[in-house]
């Protein structure tokens, strides 16, 4: 199984520029033990930046042929929030189903899970893993590791942020004891349900303190929250 984010999470924070950033991807695809790994973004004024596993010649062909137009991983996730599961969405098409030939062909894995990620001024990211491996094999990882999956993501975008923009110069910000112990075991990979019956609360409750943490840090969901506060040093897993 996987192994832990933390020895991927140290070395991201000594990244300082885009290329070293590429590299990381390596660690990562080691760290979660997948076939591929993608992330691409677009910023503010339509400047893009991927660091990705795929060859060469599959990339050189992805863009000479534009099947982004085609792709209903990007076509999906240009319209959600949550994380889009590639066996979930509708292949029949036959330029859709072309298009995953040719994709099958180059080497692309049978399975994937793609994270649509929204930041500031209009930014928007594409992080994605894709395997080979058996229907049942899938499920099991997905069940286990999705969540990790999307807090890498999250790490990711942000370290990107931080080099193209430089560090963000947002005022200090608190969380409450509450907060921050809320925050502290989603990081652990608790459920909700767990979290609150470790906390004593109820889960109407951890609701609430995640609500205000994830306002507080100007994050987009949940697991950017968790994300933000982790990399700022607010809590410790």
Known sequence: MPGTL??????????????????????????????????HS???TGEQYAALTY???????????????????????????????????????KPQRDFW??????????????????????QFALFTINH???EQEWARYKAAQLPQVILAA????QK??????????????????????????LAQGLSRAQAADTLSISE????VYIENARRKLGAANTTHAVARALMSGMIVA
């Open 6 to 39: 933390s020895p991927f999470i140290d070395s991201l924070s000594a990244v300082e520029t885009l290329d070293d950033l590429s590299n990381e991807i390596g660690l990562l695809r080691e760290t979660l033990e997948v076939e591929h790994l993608i992330y």
């Open 204 to 207: 109407h409750t951890l609701r």
């Open 154 to 157: 999250h790490y990711i975008n």
């Open 101 to 122: 030939e040719e994709a099958r062909s180059a080497g692309v894995g049978a399975h994937g899970v793609s994270v649509p990620i929204r930041g500031p001024s209009g």
């Open 160 to 185: 990107a942020l931080e080099i193209e923009r430089g560090p963000d110069e947002a005022p200090h910000i608190a969380l409450s004891p509450r907060e921050s112990d809320s925050l502290r075991m």
């Open 132 to 134: 080979h491996c058996t």
């Open 55 to 93: 060859s060469d010649a599959w990339v050189a062909q992805y863009l000479d042929q534009d099947y982004a137009r085609i792709d209903p991983v990007v076509q999906a996730c240009i319209r959600r929030f949550d994380p889009v599961d590639w066996g979930d969405l509708d292949w029949t098409g």
């Open 42 to 44: 677009v910023n503010s």
